[in-house]
């Protein structure tokens, strides 16, 4: 068999439509991808280009704020939403220097009075900019066109598992999903540091709208790095660690990483699929020899990602181990 050298590029239409026979051939398309690599680039959306524009315009003016009332409404232990300054957080195992990045950290849209924030403290609502109510409105249209899209690879994932269609269906009511606003500046040539250090993702599933000017890499089965390309208008997807654990080591949740070498402001705004907060993901077929991980609890897994990120604050025993990079 020939060594996976890039990621490919899908016409995702076809699970849109009611072709049956088009419709499983692109979900095995699909399945061949996150077997091989846990990456693809897809078109064939649905989703407009005005809708990815608006999202990414209004991230640019997010950024661009005083720096004085970006630190007022940064996060705080009691709230995972908000502002993440630079060298914020490092790698959460001590190793290497704060990466290279500005967030802003946002959750699905919670009414403060919603009967699940009894349930689970995570869920909330958002600190939103307030110099820049545009994005409030800009994010939602695009995280429903994002949810959208993870309803529709979700049910291709089934098939290629050979499941029900409808099986993950209902771990996503109620969800934990978030973003990240992101802004990289221009690394220096000589720069030995990350935007984002390699790391595999711990959510269910992510999707990213690509930055023009580059800069997102995948680690290759061989172990080499390559920059991941994706035409225009098109999305990255790329398999996390609980699909990884759902699909018994099936699909695959592979190392990336962010390197901003163009000279140039990088933006970016992935969205991370992530299950409701009593959902516990273990194997829902058979695993593949050799790979035995323990179940996770969707709440815990989420508390414990957001503790480990302070510097101050160590994993132990009892923390899931995802995003491990083996």
């Not at 026979?21 to 005005?50: H, P």
């Not at 990213?208 to 580059?214: A, L, T």
Request: charged share 25%; proline share 8%.
């Amino acid at each position: 068999m020939a060594p996976v050298t890039r990621v490919p590029t899908i016409d995702i239409s076809a699970l849109f439509n009611d072709d049956l026979k088009s419709w499983e051939e692109t979900a095995d398309k699909i399945g061949k991808a996150v077997k091989d690599i846990g990456f693809l680039s897809i078109t064939g959306t649905g989703v407009s280009a005005d809708c990815a524009a608006d999202l990414r315009n209004a991230v640019q003016a997010c950024f661009a704020i005083p720096e004085a009332s970006k630190h007022e409404q940064a996060v705080t232990r009691d709230n995972y939403r908000g502002y993440i300054p630079f060298g914020f957080f490092t790698p959460n195992d001590g190793s290497g220097k704060a990466d290279n990045y500005e967030g802003f950290k946002l959750h699905v849209e919670i009414d403060k009075d919603a009967p699940v924030r009894r349930d689970c403290s995570l869920y909330g609502p958002n600190l939103w900019p307030r110099e820049t109510p545009e994005l409030k409105s800009a994010t939602l249209a695009y995280w429903a066109e994002m949810d959208r899209l993870t309803h529709a690879l979700l049910r291709a994932f089934c098939h290629v598992l050979e499941l029900p269609l409808d099986r993950f269906e209902a771990a996503f009511y109620q969800p934990l999903t978030n973003m990240t606003l992101l802004h990289y500046p221009p690394q220096a040539a000589n720069d030995t540091g990350f935007g984002i250090h390699a790391h595999k993702d711990t959510d269910a599933l992510t999707i990213i709208s690509p930055d023009p000017v580059g800069g997102l890499e995948v680690r290759m089965p061989d172990q080499t790095w390559h920059q991941v390309e994706c035409p225009e208008g098109g999305f990255i997807v790329n398999i996390g660690d609980m699909l990884e654990l759902w699909s018994g080591g099936r699909f695959v949740s592979t190392p990336h990483r962010v390197v901003n070498k163009s000279g140039k402001e990088r933006y970016s705004f992935p969205y991370f699929a992530v299950p409701r907060h009593d959902i516990t993901v273990a194997p829902v077929v058979s695993p593949i020899d050799g790979f035995s991980r323990p179940s996770v609890h969707c709440g815990h897994w989420s508390a414990e990602t957001w503790r480990t990120n302070w510097p101050d604050e160590k994993a132990d025993g009892d923390t899931p181990e995802l995003g491990t990079i083996h």
